[in-house]
């Protein structure tokens, strides 16, 4: 997916009624298939910015191109299925629906957006062998653990293959072997010709190489 | 798919909240029971005074006397009949070509709080063809002979009540029913002669001897409290006063009439109202008035009920919003895996839907079963036929009320889910 945000401004309000600027005049062209690295301490902007270019937040000002979808204008109901349909979202934590089983926390998504493939159940059990995780398609997420959890969201993302993968600190708090199983999976998502946003202060990604890097203390490009 | 899931969501989601969803069911379930009860029991109420009143058409009964007290007094065995009637209306009218059949009613003594009434043996065999016990020797049609005046007809239930079997002997306190001055009457016994099957009326709970008893049993007390008087002193016998009300010889309580046309009934009304020492009431249009008069006890209740459902509905309402906040988080992953606001409302709005549709549901069964299984206890103890599982029109109105009730909730519920920026509120944490 080609991503091109043009002078993306965004405020949120403070506590005490004044504004705390986040994102000021920010314009960046992202060719698909490369890689955007986000780096910044906390609350620099960082997931405001994945909020932003996904949809969820709509900027104060400027305009986010993706291939040729002015996402700005979309109602958010059409934000909401463009979501599903292009962007895989991987979190630091928090990122299994606990009223489905691993199995339909891979395929829920598509399913609310009415997008399943024919052969989706076959495809699901694929990936979960894939990630590591076979035989584990009926249990509930509160059954696993922390590494096993994230290990079945970045199942999620490959079941999706979306063109577009937001990635906020994957692998903070995971044990070695699920660590390399998410950088194992961003890798080939990136290999098949998705677009990455990450921001992540593992050093399992110093090698992932970069298009660009966006610094957030700075407000520059690296 | 998209609404399997749907469902699953809130399948979960009641699981993991499945005491509070019990609750709510159970709070809904417990005003709608007494709704379903309040509903049945009046309806069962009001049929039971229709019913009754369908026999006679016309009561006449001593100047002075109120429609209400006749009917109450004649019919439905409550309340104390207001002076006497001279005998001779009774044969008159029974004479009468407009009437077809007339009944004399003499009340004086009761039994155990029941009033003890005094009729004849047709009027036994118009209310109660048959008898579940009858003694030997005692004649189907003259049940009450004039030959042995203490015979004594029991409805099903006073005997099924008291224990009482044909033969056996009861002694009747003088007095009406709650007058101060009642006292024992040892002198004079009944025996049970027969015991009438159920006929579902207050008849079922009433005594029956023949009406010259009464007269017999007046003419010895007038002697005894003259005797006394004479022999004493006395100016008033202790027990003997305020008797001026009990059907002495050539008088009755009242007389029951049944006509031949409505016309006749409404002649008779005028004729017998107007001059003559006597009252007379049509009963179809006061037992209209008492049941108008039911109707509004209904609605009041009916009123006490929605209330309570009301208020029970709101109670559920702020669980709901404690749920959805609890669920915050979980929705906004939701949102961000593209699943939009409209999808997650409606596990919201179904809850909210199964909650109160559920509550209404138990409501409805439980009300109707415990209707069914204390109907034997109402009915030997309060006279009331309860038809169980009737559909009462409150409970309909309260369906009715209640599903919109909660489809309004549930749509709030929608709303504060579809207006909540849940990715802000994430952002912000």
Not at chain 2, 166 to 186: K, L, R
Request: aromatic share 10%.
């Amino acid at each position: 997916m080609n991503l091109v945000l043009q002078n993306i401004s965004k405020k949120f309000k403070n506590p005490d009624g004044g504004d705390l600027e986040i994102l000021k005049d920010l314009s960046i062209d992202l060719k698909s298939g490369s890689v955007l690295r986000l780096k910044g301490p906390s609350g620099s902007g960082k997931t405001t910015f994945m909020n932003i270019v996904s949809g969820l937040i709509l900027p104060d000002s400027g305009s986010i191109l993706a291939d040729k979808i002015e996402i700005t204008r979309l109602s958010e109901g059409d934000r909401d299925r463009f979501r599903a349909e292009n962007i895989g979202y991987i979190f630091q934590t928090f990122n299994l629906l606990s009223p489905f089983s691993v199995i339909e926390n891979i395929y829920a998504p598509l399913a609310f957006a009415g997008k399943l493939p024919a052969d989706y159940k076959l495809k699901a059990l694929e990936i979960l062998k894939e990630v590591g995780l076979g035989g584990l398609e009926n249990r509930m997420p509160y059954h696993l653990s922390v590494g096993q959890r994230q290990r079945v969201s970045v199942a999620r993302v490959l079941f999706a293959n979306p063109s577009l993968i937001l990635a906020d600190e994957p692998t903070a708090s995971l044990d070695a072997v699920s660590a390399k199983t998410v950088f194992d999976s961003i890798t080939k998502c990136r290999k098949n010709g998705a677009t990455v946003v990450l921001a992540s202060h593992d050093r399992i990604f110093d090698d992932f190489k970069a298009d660009l890097v966006y610094d957030f203390e700075n407000g520059r490009i690296l | 798919m998209k609404t399997a899931f749907i469902f699953k969501a809130v399948l979960h989601n009641i699981r993991h909240r499945w005491g509070v969803f019990v609750i709510s069911v159970l709070a809904i379930a417990t005003a709608f029971t007494f709704l379903s009860a309040v509903g049945n029991i009046t309806f069962g109420l009001a049929s039971t005074a229709v019913n009754s009143s369908l026999s006679y058409p016309l009561i006449i009964g001593p100047e002075g006397s109120s429609d209400t007290q006749l009917v109450m007094s004649t019919i439905f065995n409550i309340d104390k009949p207001q002076g006497t009637l001279d005998y001779k209306i009774y044969e008159k009218l029974k004479e009468d070509k407009r009437v077809t059949a007339a009944f004399p009613i003499a009340r004086a003594d009761s039994y155990m709080g029941i009033p003890i009434t005094g009729v004849n043996s047709d009027f036994i065999n118009d209310i109660s063809k048959s008898f579940v016990l009858k003694q030997d020797g005692v004649d189907q049609e003259n049940v009450l002979s004039d030959e042995d005046l203490h015979r004594a007809v029991l409805g099903f239930k006073i005997a099924q009540r008291y224990g009482l079997k044909t033969g056996d002997q009861f002694v009747g306190s003088h007095g009406h029913v709650g007058d101060e001055n009642a006292h024992s009457h040892a002198d004079f016994s009944y025996q049970v002669a027969a015991i009438m099957n159920p006929v579902h009326g207050p008849e079922d709970f009433s005594i029956y001897i023949n009406f010259k008893a009464v007269w017999k049993i007046h003419e010895r007390h007038g002697e005894e409290a003259e005797e006394y008087e004479e022999h004493e002193g006395h100016e008033g016998h202790e027990g003997h006063e305020g008797h001026e009300d009990h059907p002495v010889q050539g008088k009755v309580s009242a007389v029951l009439v049944k006509t031949v046309n409505p016309v006749a009934t409404s002649e008779l009304e005028r004729e017998y109202s107007t001059g003559s020492g006597s009252t007379a009431t049509d009963v179809a249009k006061t037992v209209r008035r008492i049941v108008q008069y039911m109707n509004k006890a209904e609605s009041a209740a009916g009123f006490f009920s929605y209330g309570t459902l009301l208020i029970v509905l709101a109670m559920v309402f702020v669980t709901i919003l404690m749920a959805i906040s609890e669920r915050k988080k979980e929705m906004a992953l939701m949102r961000t895996l593209g699943i939009g606001k409209m999808s997650i409302s409606f596990t919201v709005m179904i809850e909210t839907m199964l909650v109160t549709m559920l509550g209404v549901l138990a409501g409805i069964i439980a009300g109707h079963f415990m209707l069914w299984y204390f109907k034997p206890l109402i009915d030997f103890n309060l006279g009331i036929n309860l038809e169980p599982f009737f559909f009462a029109e409150v409970e309909l109105q309260g369906i009715i009320i209640t599903l919109i009730s909660g489809q309004i909730l549930a749509l709030l519920a929608m709303f504060r889910i579809y207006n909540m920026n849940l990715i802000e509120e994430v952002a912000r944490d």
